[in-house]
């Protein structure tokens, strides 16, 4: 089980926005990094530590983190936004390092 | 470009041992500490493993401590996980990557980039 609690799945219309939110004790200390990842394909880099977009990445897609919770947003979701996300954070019990269990994002 | 390349996956039956590797270039190899994560057939990203950049701490996560070890070797750019005694619930693409941490702020953190993965499958 993950110390990061992520929504298994959520859809979002085309051109709409939405929120993809990651919640866990560890968030309090350290930010959480995001990773977008497609069929068949590694994970990518989309955000990092507080609200950075790596190069190539569009300006749709931010990051918050409010308390114990981090969220990714997608302002106007594209249909190539389709994918699992991904949380990471160090953590200070357990496990040095933990993922979130992934949200399926579906674009309608 | 940095960029990194797993090798070294395969079939191997329950109780036996794999070695993986991770050949790094485009950046300064020796100063990153690099992860191991691993992702089983349809299911979420598992963090594994993590070596500081000099290879003087290392750290495996509970589900493989006391059989996997974490090692680099700085003059060839490459990581490398040593598998032992792996058993079915280890089958997974193994991927390693490396870690970015601020120096003026510790508290972030990231992976980037990521190999594209080798694939170990433990089966009889």
């Known amino acids: 089980s993950s110390d990061l609690t992520q929504d298994p799945a959520v859809s979002v219309a085309l051109g709409q926005t939405v929120r993809i939110t990651c919640q866990g004790d560890?968030?309090?200390?350290?930010?959480a990094s995001w990773y977008q990842q497609k069929p068949g394909q590694a994970p990518v880099l989309v955000i990092s530590?507080?609200?950075n977009r790596p190069s190539g990445i569009p300006d749709r897609i931010s990051g918050s983190t409010s308390g114990n919770t981090a969220s990714l947003t997608i302002t106007g979701a594209q249909a190539e936004d389709e994918a699992d996300y991904y949380c990471?954070?160090?953590?200070?019990?357990?496990?040095?390092?933990?993922f979130g269990g992934g949200t399926k994002l579906t674009v309608l | 470009q940095a960029q990194l390349v797993e090798s070294g996956g395969g079939v191997v039956q329950p109780g036996r041992s794999l070695r993986l590797s991770c050949a790094a270039s485009g950046f300064t190899f020796s100063v990153y500490a690099m992860h191991w994560v691993r992702q089983a057939p349809g299911k979420g990203l598992e963090w594994v493993a993590v070596i500081s950049y000099d290879g003087s701490k290392n750290y495996c996560g509970d589900s493989v401590r006391g059989r996997f070890t974490v090692s680099r070797d700085n003059s060839k750019n490459t990581l490398y996980l040593e598998m032992n005694s792996l058993r079915a619930e280890d089958t997974a693409l193994y991927y390693c990557?490396?870690?970015?941490?601020?120096?003026?702020?510790?508290?972030?953190?990231?992976?980037?980039?990521w190999g594209q993965g080798t694939l170990v499958t433990v089966s009889s």
């Open positions: 990471l954070s160090r953590d200070r019990r357990g496990n040095p390092w933990v």
């Open positions: 990557a490396r870690e970015i941490t601020l120096t003026t702020e510790p508290r972030e953190s990231w992976f980037d980039p």
């Open positions: 530590g507080n609200n």
């Open positions: 560890s968030l309090r200390s350290y930010y």
